[in-house]
């Protein structure tokens, strides 16, 4: 049995390589698995779903652009 890993809003983000905007827009439009209550006040997303929803991403002939993120 898999130990059950919750993730937050940003490690999520980082992990899918999108900003915390794209993935809560995604969460919206129902294209990305919705958050779990943790507690009264939190939530996170299980690890193992966060990992399919990328693994069911096609793949992609074009090769990823210069990153040109002014962050940092």
């Known amino acids: 049995m898999r130990p059950i890993i ?3 809003l940003q490690s999520v983000a980082a992990a899918i ?18 958050p779990r209550k943790i507690s009264a006040r939190r939530v996170g997303w299980l690890l193992r779903e966060v990992q399919e929803w990328a ?3 096609p793949v ?8 040109t993120s002014r962050r940092g």
């Open 6 to 8: 919750y993730l937050d």
């Open 17 to 34: 390589s999108l900003s915390e905007t794209s993935v809560q827009q995604l969460v919206r439009e129902e294209a990305f698995p919705k």
């Open 55 to 57: 693994e069911g991403c």
């Open 60 to 67: 992609s002939d074009l090769l990823p652009p210069k990153n």
